[in-house]
Each structure stands twice: as structure tokens, then as C-alpha cells.
């Protein structure tokens, strides 16, 4: 499978006028690849996962396609979609605890859904029962309603239903934030688990927390402000970041085994812009250490080394004197 | 689910035990004396010391000669062997045989009106949410609708269609020329007879639970579930369905809750067509003091209420299937 | 910058189409109410046209009674009746109602279970009936002992609507954060939950409003209405009482039934109005 996005401009509508929640987004997933999709909260991850499978209002499409093995999702048309959406790319939502219809019992619930696709249900039931006990399941769940289910079955039940038809591409969105430790550890394995297993063929993992990103991601694409900032294999992005806001956000997690007293933890001074009403150009510029002039028009999101896609001035500076 | 009808029990039993003890309670306030108006119906008499001894011998066999607490302690008595008492507004008929003969009427108008209207309500509310067109034109008829005071309702119809149209008689139960019996002239009678306050109630009724159910609907579909279905794919029909069957959960509650306000809107109805049911028989009870008729008519609404509320819980039981597994679906 | 919370509900409350037409048409009832008193010259009550029964002409606005009277007379000093017991007996009900259910909601466990099923027992019996009752017992009555009946028989239903609000706000973390840095509860009811609720309070209120005006009606047309005063559910218990049905004199049962589900229909439009200025996920684009 392939992803390809490019322009992908979406903004919200609001009574207040439009929102510019995502601007010129344009990078592509590979067969196989589990990119991680990071940023701060309203960076426009969200946005972006959801303007892929469900663009609904107050979403607005302003410009941009997305070609999902060369063919062009119709992602503006909640009909036209459909065929696409649970087969081809599918998504398991942030809201993933509430997701469940609180008078159906699972099972009903999944045959009734698998029907409405044109999907044998009574077919798919020995297929069921073997997902069930990949994600540490037992059988008796289909029998039960969502409020006899803790908050963690209920997500692995989501988990199962949306990988269910075997999507070529998963997005899955902050599945890891409600959780503690060790159960992140565990759904973050079971998400590469679906990979290898070909359950689904790529993975776009959105998240706020690099260090999940680092267990599992091949890529991780950093977002800032509804703009991208960087894409890069996730070892770069760790230890040799090229884009200002990339180097500040990992110089501000902390490490282990490293004490206060020896080394400040900082964060980023100052906080994100308004989307309603975005600076021109570069939006990290008023935080960014390394502005210039140049930096009031956009930079381009291009590829400085294999692989590695930066969207900042500066870079494009040191790359040409190097 | 024994919690859940214990608890709904306990609380019908408590209600009971009150009313029953406010019903018997406040005729004995009033004003006005009950025996006094017996006799100067049935004829003056003339002798004051004849007058004196019939009014005795009337209190008597009212048993309004005892003690307060000991009327209380009879008519428990007598209600748990079923008898309630002779009526003083249409003496000697027992209470219990007036109003046996209202029943029947009321049970003809108000079945039919609250259950169509809360079908048909909640269809068409659910029809009204399915596009913001449909919503923009049929919801204000819904705000009207169940904005329109039974009575006026009752009022207008009376006048539109039985004065200036002349299609339907606006009094009684069925013409005053005829005799019971199962004939067709009674029985088409008695129908357009029934027609208008039906329609009256029925589209008050209507009116209300096409809103209410517009509204829950809305909220439905607006719900993380319907939005998970959404990016499934899977088909405005199967999503419309859930939203549906959903929403009808608070709305078979919703119809408990509203008896009270459908027994005085059938009452205010009576009254606009004469129309023979319970309510009108109050009304003429409290006008004409009679105690025990006043009595027995309000503890009978109370039971018909009562026996309702408690149907209807059955039936939410039967329906949500979370409260069969004992969880909570709608709290007590 | 981001604008204050207040005038964010004040933005969109006047754009929001539903609460404007509502508010309009209340507005229009209420200065009818206010200052229609003024117009008229003739007292609700006295027999000024010898002919009887008139339709409506230039003289009488709204025509006469059959005994002569001037309906439109009758019509806005009804107007005003009908205000003062749907705001009188509407906020009782709602007072009491944020008292029982706001308690209940708050302290939960025992005192949320009496009150619960207090709440529940008042809701079953049917209160008309009741009403009935208690109101032949007095021989004179006035607008505010309706108001009285009406906001102590109408209160259940803001108690649990206000009641389930409580409980979801109690279960928030705010709260708990309040409580854990040890404030007192009176405080934290007043500066946490308090403004969170207020628009649940004011939404309550106007069903109360409503319901208490249509209740009203019901009490006044079987003749439980004030003995010392007309209003407009009055006015159709005479219309109907003197056979203003068959003689086709419905200049005298159209405006006060019109008035009422005009004024009532608008409060429940506002109500959805305000339902979506306070919850975002219902604005319309």
C-alpha cells in the first residue's frame, strides 16, 4: 500500500470565521511503515487523521487530495467514501472508550456492522474468535454490553473491530493516552503485532508521546501549529533532529538516570498561535531561537536527506553551505 | 432487576398509602354541608324537628357522627373490601356503579389517544431529524402543538368542526335520543361522539413526544458510537436505527412521567365536550359536595395512574436490556 | 485574544435565530401586557355594550362578552394574570426544585435516596386531581395562591433535571481538586458549580415559566382559578360556560387560547435557542 498526501489544506468552519487547523500538508507513507504523526495538543494531528476518513463538518476541505494506492480518496464526500472507509483505511478514535453503542451487545453489534458492509458475518466468526484471543480477549466479550467491559477491554474491542476487514492502512489516534505504563507498552505492541501479522499493511500512530513513538515508529512526522515540520526514520528524529522545534521538544524530555540537579529539564517559552488568526510565514517563528527574516514566508517541506523532510529556513541554509 | 421493581414497589405502595390518606382527607375540609344539600334536594321538609331527625339519621348512615380517626380506620376498611361508600349527588346509587359506568369511557378515549400519539409522535420526530430541511419545517409544528393548552385545543376543534363545518356533535358520549345497544346507529354514534376529543388529545400529545424524540435523536447521532460507525462506513440507515432505538428508552419513561399532566389534560378535554369519562364526574362531585364520590373518583384516577406507571415500567424492563443485567439503564 | 467567556454566550445568543424570534415574540406579549392596560377605557368586568355580544370593530377591538364586556379588556389584564403566575409560580417551582435536586444531587446516599423517592411520589400522584381538591376547599382565592399550588406541585421536574446535572458535575475533577485544597463546601457550590449549572438553571426556569402558564389555564377554566381577578384561562371557561361555541362568538375564545400557545411555544423555542448557544455541539453552521 501506499499513501500519498499532498496539499492537504483543511480548515474549520466556525462562527467566528475559519480556523486554519492544517496547511499544506504533503508526505507519504510507505508499504509497511508505521509512521508516528507528534506534536503538542491542537498541532493539527488530529485534523489530519480525521480529514483522511471522516471530514465532516464544521471541517472544511480548502484544497489537497490524498491518493491511497494511487487511487484519489474522495474525502470530501461522506458518501462517496464509504466503500473506502473499514476496508481500506480505517481508524481507531480517540474516543475509543465511548465508541461502543451502549444498548447492543458486541457480538450483535459486529454483525450488524460486518451486514451492513455486505460482509458474511456467520463467515467471519471463527476469524473473530482467533483476533479475540490475539488481543487477550476471551470469547464471552461478544456476549456482553459495552458498560459490563472495563475501559481497557472496551479499547481492545475498538482496536479489534476497526483491523476487522484488514485495512491497508490504520490510523490510530492517541489510543495510548488514557492509559498507564504498562498498558501502553502492551497496546503499543499489539499495534505492531497487526502490522507483521498483515492485519493491516501501515500504520499512522498519532500521539503527543515521543517515547512510544520511539518503541515502535519507523518515522515520525512532527507537526507545529497546523504546519509540518519534520518527517524523518525515527532514529534521526531522536538523536540528530534538523528542525528547531524537533531539537527543543526532544531536549526537553527527560532522560533516565539523569538528575535535576545535573541537568535542567526546559520546555519551549511561550505558547502556540491562534489558528483563527495565524502569523504569516513560518508559525514557530515568534518561538523559534534561530528566526530570521526569511522566516515571514512559509518554508517548503523538501527533503534534505534520504528519507528526511524539514521545513525550515535555516536548514535549508546550513544544507547549502555544506 | 428485583432491586430495580422493589424499589419502583415500594415507592407505588408509599404513593398509594398517601393519596389514599390526602383523599380521604380533604372532602372532610370543605365547605359547605353535604347532608343539608341531600335534603334540601329531596324535598323541603317542613317540620324542624322531622328535619333534625332525618338530618341525624342521614349522618349516621354516612358515618359522619364518628370520631375523625375512626372514619379513617372505616374507609381503609371498607376500600380493602371494596366498598366506597353511597353517592350523595346521585342517592342511593353505590359509588363504585357510577363510576364503573364512567370507566368504560375514559379508558376508550385516553387508551387510544396516548398510545397513537406516542407512536406517531415518535416517528415523526425521528422522520423530522433526518434533514435540516424536514427539521426547519415540521419542528415549529411540533412547538405549537404541544404549546396549545388541551382545552383550547379541545375548543377550537369543537368549534371548527362541529359548529362552522358542522361534521361532529360537541357533547356527551353519544346522542341523547339513543339507548345503548349494539347496533350500528349506537355504535357510529358513539364514535363521532369520541372522534373530536381524541383528535384533541391526541395532537397535544403528539405534539410533544415529536419534539422530545426530535431532540433525543439529534443528540444521538451527534454521539462518539455514531461517529465511530460514521468512519466504518457503515450506512446512514444502521446509524439511524441505533439513534432510534436508543432514544425510545427515555421516552417510555417520558410516558410515565407525563400521566399526570395526560389525566388533567383528558379532564380539561371532558369538561370542553361533556364528554362522560372520570373527570367530568368529578367536576359535577366537587360541585355538588359529595364526599364519597369525590373520593372514589380520585382513587380510582390514582389506581388507573399507578397500574399504568408500573406497566410501563415492565415494559422499559422488557425493552432496555441493560436493566435485566441489573446495571443501570434509567435510575429509579 | 480570546474573548471572555460572558460575551461568548452573548455572541451567539444574538445569532442564534431561534432565540430571537422567541425572545421577540415574549417581548411583544409582555409590553402588550404592561401597556395594554393603558389603552383601554373600560374595566374588564362592567357591562358597557347594551347589545350584548359584538365581533370585533373599531369601538372593541377583540368585540364584547356575551354580557357586553369589552374582551379586549379582558384580554391584556389577562395578559398580565397569565405573566405573573407563569414568573411567580415558575420561579417557586424552580426554587424549590434547585433546593431538593441541587441537595440530592450534592449529598447523594441516603439523603438523595429520601429525596428521590419524595420526588418520585410527587410526580405519580396525579396533581390535578389533588389540586382540585385543595382549591374548592377555598372560598376566596387569589393569583398568588395559584402561584402557591402551581410552584408546589410543578417543582418535581426541575428537581430532577437538576438533580442528574449535579451529579455529573460533582463527579468532575474541579470540584474534587476544590475540595481536596480544603475550601468550604458553601464556597465551592458557589464559585464552582454554581456558574457551570447557571445555564442549566436558567433553561429550567423557562420550562417552568411555560408549564406554569399552561397549568394555570387548566385551573382557571374548571373554575379553581383566582375569585378576585381575570385571566385568560378565565376568559374561555366564560366563552365556553355561555355557549360561546354555538353562538359562534369566537372573537371572545381565540385570543386568549392564541395568546397562550403563542407565548408558551415561544418559551420553548428559546429554550432550544439557549440549549444551543450553552452547548456548542449543537450550533448550526
Known amino acids: 500500500m501506499s499513501l500519498q498526501v499532498e496539499n492537504l489544506t483543511v480548515y474549520y468552519q466556525t462562527l467566528r470565521g475559519e480556523v486554519r487547523a492544517l496547511e499544506e500538508a504533503t508526505f507519504g507513507v510507505a508499504d509497511g511503515e508505521i509512521m508516528g504523526l507528534a506534536g503538542e495538543s491542537g498541532c493539527g494531528k488530529s485534523t489530519l487523521a480525521n480529514s483522511l476518513i471522516r471530514l465532516s463538518l464544521p471541517m472544511k476541505l480548502i484544497k489537497g487530495r490524498v491518493l491511497l494506492d494511487g487511487e484519489e480518496l474522495p474525502i470530501a464526500d461522506m458518501e462517496r467514501m464509504n466503500p473506502f472507509r473499514f476496508e481500506r483505511i480505517s481508524i481507531i478514535p480517540q474516543y475509543a ?57 472496551k479499547q481492545r474491542v475498538v482496536m479489534l473491530i476497526s483491523t476487522l476487514l484488514n485495512p491497508s492502512l490504520l490510523l490510530a489516534d492517541e489510543i495510548t493516552s488514557a492509559l498507564d505504563v504498562s498498558s501502553q507498552k502492551a497496546v503499543a505492541e499489539m499495534l505492531v503485532s497487526f502490522r507483521d501479522r498483515e492485519f493491516v499493511r501501515s500504520l499512522i500512530v498519532i500521539t503527543h508521546d515521543i517515547s512510544i513513538l520511539y518503541q515502535i515508529a519507523d518515522s515520525i512526522l512532527i507537526m507545529y501549529a497546523g504546519q509540518l515540520a519534520e518527517k524523518a526514520p525515527t532514529e534521526a528524529i531522536v538523536h540528530a533532529p534538523r528542525h528547531p522545534y524537533t531539537r527543543l521538544l526532544i531536549s526537553s524530555l527527560p532522560q533516565v538516570g539523569v538528575k535535576y540537579a545535573e541537568k535542567r529539564l526546559t520546555g519551549i517559552p511561550g505558547t502556540p498561535p491562534m489558528l483563527l488568526d495565524p502569523p504569516a510565514g513560518c508559525r514557530f517563528r515568534e518561538r523559534c531561537p534561530l528566526a530570521f527574516e526569511k522566516c515571514l514566508q512559509v518554508p517548503p517541506f523538501i527533503q534534505v536527506d534520504p528519507g528526511h523532510f524539514v521545513a525550515c529556513w535555516k536548514e535549508f541554509e546550513t544544507d547549502a553551505q555544506a | 432487576m428485583r432491586r430495580y421493581l422493589g424499589r419502583k414497589l415500594l415507592i407505588y405502595l408509599l404513593t398509594f398509602f398517601l393519596a389514599v390518606t390526602i383523599d380521604w382527607m380533604i372532602p372532610r375540609f370543605m365547605p359547605g354541608d353535604p347532608i343539608m344539600n341531600v335534603m334540601s334536594r329531596i324535598g323541603a321538609v317542613v317540620n324542624p324537628s322531622a328535619a333534625q331527625a332525618m338530618y341525624e339519621y342521614y349522618r349516621h348512615v354516612f358515618g359522619l357522627d364518628l370520631p375523625i380517626w375512626q372514619q379513617y380506620f372505616n374507609f381503609w376498611n371498607s376500600l380493602l373490601h371494596g366498598d366506597l361508600g353511597i353517592s350523595i349527588y346521585v342517592f342511593p346509587t353505590p359509588v363504585k356503579t357510577v363510576l364503573m359506568r364512567a370507566v368504560p369511557y375514559d379508558i376508550f378515549l385516553l387508551i387510544p389517544s396516548i398510545l397513537l400519539s406516542w407512536w406517531a409522535g415518535n416517528h415523526f420526530g425521528a422522520f423530522a431529524a433526518r434533514s435540516k430541511w424536514l427539521d426547519n419545517t415540521v419542528s415549529p409544528i411540533g412547538y405549537i402543538l404541544t404549546a396549545t393548552p388541551y382545552m383550547w385545543l379541545g375548543i377550537l376543534l369543537a368549534w371548527l368542526f362541529g359548529i362552522v363545518l ?83 428508552l427515555p421516552q417510555i419513561t417520558g410516558l410515565a412521567l407525563q400521566l399526570g399532566v395526560i389525566v388533567a389534560g383528558a379532564l380539561v378535554t371532558e369538561v370542553v365536550f361533556s364528554y362522560p369519562g372520570i373527570g367530568y364526574l368529578l367536576l359535577a362531585a366537587i360541585q355538588n359536595q359529595d364526599y364519597f364520590l369525590i373520593q372514589g373518583c380520585f382513587l380510582f384516577i390514582i389506581i388507573g395512574v399507578l397500574i399504568a406507571n408500573f406497566g410501563i415500567d415492565i415494559i422499559y424492563l422488557i425493552v432496555d436490556p441493560r436493566t435485566r443485567r441489573g446495571m443501570a439503564g434509567e435510575t429509579a | 485574544m480570546k474573548p471572555k467567556k460572558k460575551n461568548e454566550f452573548l455572541y451567539f445568543a444574538l445569532r442564534n435565530r431561534k432565540l430571537r424570534i422567541g425572545l421577540a415574540i415574549i417581548l411583544f406579549f409582555l409590553l402588550l401586557a404592561l401597556f395594554g392596560p393603558l389603552l383601554i377605557h373600560n374595566a374588564p368586568f362592567d357591562y358597557v355594550n347594551p347589545m350584548g355580544a359584538e365581533p370585533p370593530s373599531s369601538q372593541y377591538w377583540f368585540g364584547t362578552t356575551f354580557f357586553g364586556q369589552d374582551v379586549f379588556a379582558q384580554f391584556v389584564l389577562g395578559l398580565r394574570a397569565t405573566f405573573l403566575v ?24 441516603i439523603v438523595d435516596e429520601l429525596l428521590n423517592m419524595l420526588t418520585n411520589i410527587v410526580l405519580v400522584i396525579p396533581t390535578l386531581a389533588v389540586l382540585l381538591i385543595i382549591a374548592a376547599y377555598l372560598q376566596v382565592r387569589s393569583i398568588l395562591t395559584e402561584c402557591l399550588f402551581i410552584g408546589l406541585t410543578a417543582w418535581p421536574w426541575a428537581a430532577r433535571a437538576i438533580r442528574a446535572q449535579t451529579f455529573s458535575l460533582r463527579a468532575r475533577e474541579f470540584v ?53 381577578a381575570i385571566s385568560l384561562g378565565l376568559m374561555m371557561q366564560y366563552a365556553v360556560l355561555w355557549g360561546a361555541l354555538l353562538l359562534g362568538m369566537w372573537w371572545w375564545f381565540i385570543p386568549p387560547g392564541l395568546a397562550i400557545t403563542a407565548i408558551v411555544g415561544a418559551l420553548y423555542v428559546m429554550n432550544v435557542g439557549l440549549d444551543e448557544v450553552f452547548n456548542p455541539k449543537l450550533r448550526e453552521m
Open chain 1, 97 to 153: 472508550m465511548n465508541a461502543l453503542n451502549p444498548t447492543r451487545k458486541i457480538g450483535k453489534m459486529i454483525a450488524e456492522l460486518l451486514r451492513s458492509r455486505q460482509v458474511d458475518g456467520a463467515g467471519f466468526l471463527p476469524e473473530l474468535k482467533r483476533r479475540l484471543d490475539l488481543v487477550e480477549l476471551s470469547h464471552e466479550v461478544l456476549d456482553m454490553y459495552p458498560i459490563e467491559l472495563s475501559g481497557g477491554m
Open chain 2, 166 to 248: 358542522g361534521l361532529f356533535p360537541i357533547a356527551g358520549a353519544y346522542s341523547f335520543e339513543l339507548r345503548p345497544a349494539l347496533s350500528l346507529t349506537f355504535i357510529s354514534s358513539v364514535l363521532k361522539h369520541w372522534f373530536l376529543p381524541f383528535a384533541s388529545l391526541f395532537l397535544v400529545g403528539f405534539g410533544g413526544w415529536a419534539i422530545g424524540m426530535r431532540n433525543m435523536i439529534i443528540y444521538e447521532l451527534e454521539a462518539d458510537y455514531s461517529h465511530y460507525l460514521e468512519a466504518l462506513g457503515a450506512p446512514r440507515k444502521l446509524i439511524r436505527q441505533y439513534a432510534f432505538q436508543n432514544s425510545i
Open chain 3, 86 to 109: 407563569g414568573a411567580i409560580g415558575g420561579g417557586l417551582g424552580t426554587l424549590i426544585g434547585i433546593l431538593i435536586g441541587f441537595t440530592a444531587g450534592y449529598r447523594g446516599g
Open chain 3, 176 to 228: 474534587d481538586l476544590a475540595r481536596m485544597s480544603g475550601m468550604k463546601p458553601t464556597r465551592i457550590i458557589f464559585t464552582e458549580i454554581a456558574p457551570n449549572m447557571m445555564s442549566y438553571l436558567v433553561m429550567t426556569f423557562i420550562l417552568q415559566f411555560g408549564g406554569a402558564i399552561l397549568n394555570a389555564a387548566t385551573l382557571d377554566f374548571i373554575g379553581l382559578g383566582p375569585t378576585n
